[in-house]
């Protein structure tokens, strides 16, 4: 969905080195959220904020921290990044309003490879 | 806790035919979500279709509907005239109406389409 961009669309890094993921969106939603996808297996939640103040952890939120500058933009940091931590990553938004039953729109994926 | 299962790692289907991709799920909670995502090769997850528990009407999108047995706890996708297009993995997916955190995919379902 090009109202929810991601950058970088890809990275390589080593072990040891600080990493950022940027997320944007322009749909105007206040819910933000970061996955991991790792072959063979569906997302897994890292963080979500719900809106500029409110960031919580998800399922595996260890190794990772998150920013939300701003309504449209919310980062995923992995401050020293590991081997293990090679996956996609994605960005989503949603809508609060219970008639959208809460629907994700993803962006288009980061692919993260640590070396 | 709340799991979702594919059981179908991969299934082939041939031009205009039809195809049902089964699902089924975990819980203990009486509302929520169910979705349906699409993720082709360029690893863009696509939202394909979403029901609420609540509804007990099946929905349909198009050529895309859903056999939602809310007591067997099952929700299956059906495609109708398939396209070559529909070729993807499909990943389906469960989320709390109360617990924002607890969105669950399962592992997938890769769906090839024979011109």
């Known amino acids: 969905d090009a109202d929810v961009t991601q950058t970088p669309r890809n990275r390589i890094t080593k072990t040891g080195k600080r990493i950022m993921l940027e997320c944007s969106q322009t749909?105007?939603?206040?819910?933000m959220y970061w996955y991991r996808q790792d072959p063979g297996l569906g997302l897994r939640l890292i963080y979500y904020?719900?809106?500029?103040?409110?960031?919580n952890k998800g399922e595996i939120s260890d190794g990772y921290s998150v920013s939300r500058q701003a309504q449209a933009k919310f980062s995923l940091s992995l401050e020293s990044a590991i081997p293990n931590q090679t996956a996609l990553y994605f960005c989503a938004t949603s809508d609060r309003t219970r008639e959208f039953g809460d629907t994700q729109y993803f962006g288009p994926g980061t692919r993260l490879t640590v070396l | 806790a709340q799991t979702v299962t594919q059981s179908q790692p991969e299934m082939s289907v041939q031009e205009a035919e039809t195809v049902t991709l089964s699902c089924t799920y975990d819980?203990?909670?009486?509302?929520?979500?169910l979705f349906w995502y699409k993720q082709p090769p360029s690893r863009q997850m696509i939202l394909v279709i979403r029901?609420?528990?609540?509804?007990?009407q099946n929905a349909t999108e198009n050529r895309f509907s859903v056999n939602f047995q809310k007591a067997a706890k099952s929700f299956s996708l059906k495609i109708s005239d398939s396209q070559l297009g529909d070729a993807a993995m499909y990943f389906c997916a469960y989320r709390s109406a109360l617990y924002f955190n607890k969105f669950y995919f399962g592992s997938g379902t890769k769906l090839n389409v024979k011109p």
């Open positions: 819980t203990s909670e009486s509302d929520y979500y």
């Open positions: 029901q609420e528990a609540y509804k007990q």
């Open positions: 904020s719900f809106d500029v103040k409110d960031i």
């Open positions: 749909k105007g939603h206040d819910r």
